[in-house]
C-alpha cells in the first residue's frame, strides 16, 4: 500500500490517498479507505497536498481559508493488513459505485461538527482536563445511566475524536472542543485549523441576526 501514489488526476476526475495528510475517512468494518475518488478541482487537490506537506515539513501556517467547505471524496479501494501462513500483507476490497450516484454527489459539501449527547459532552468536557479510566466506578455508574458501557463507550470512539488504550479513553487531538449553541444541541470537534471556532462564529451570527 505504501507504494501507491498521494494523488493521481485525469482529466476533471481524480483519485486522492486517505492518509491523513490531509484526507481521512473512518474506517469501516475493519478495513481503512485508502484511496478514495473525487470530482473536486484537481488544482485545489493539489494544493492541498502541497500544503499539507509544507506545512508539516517546515512547521508554517498555509492559506487555508475557513475550512468550512470540504471536498467529496467517494468509496474506491479499501484494505486492512493480513497475516497469512507467516506472511504480512495487505487484503484489498474494491467498491463500485454506479454512475448515478456518482454523478448525484456534489464535488464538495459544507463542514459541520459532531452532534452529541448531553451525556457524551460530559465525557468530552473532562478528556479536555485528563484522560478517562473506563474501569473507574464514577464512569461505569454514570455509562450505564445512559446505555450499556459497551455501548456508551463505543459511541464515544465513533466520534472519531477519542481512542481507547486498554482501560483508557484519550482525546487523539490537542484541540478538541465541545460547545452548547443556543438552539439546544451539543457540538464537539477539532479545532486545530481554528475551523470550529469559524463555524461557531457565523452561526452565532445567524442567531442575532434572527434576533
Known sequence: MPSFPQLIICGEYSLVKANGRPYLIPMREGYWDFMLSSQANPVLLLLEFIWTKLSIEFDVGMPWGDDLEQERLNEFLRA????????????????????????DREASF????????????????KLAKANIDISDPEFITFAEDSSSKETFIQSII?????????????????????????DGRFLVAENNSGRFEKWLDELMAGFIAKK
Open 158 to 182: 465513533d466520534t472519531n475524536l477519542v481512542s481507547l488504550e486498554g482501560d483508557i479513553l484519550k482525546l487523539i487531538s490537542n484541540d478538541v472542543i465541545a460547545a452548547v449553541v443556543p
Open 110 to 125: 459544507s463542514w459541520a461538527p459532531i452532534e452529541i449527547s448531553s451525556s457524551q459532552y460530559v465525557i468530552f468536557t
Open 80 to 103: 486492512k493488513p493480513l497475516e497469512k501462513s507467516g506472511q504480512l500483507g495487505w487484503m484489498y476490497k474494491y467498491d463500485e459505485l454506479s454512475k448515478k450516484t456518482l454523478e
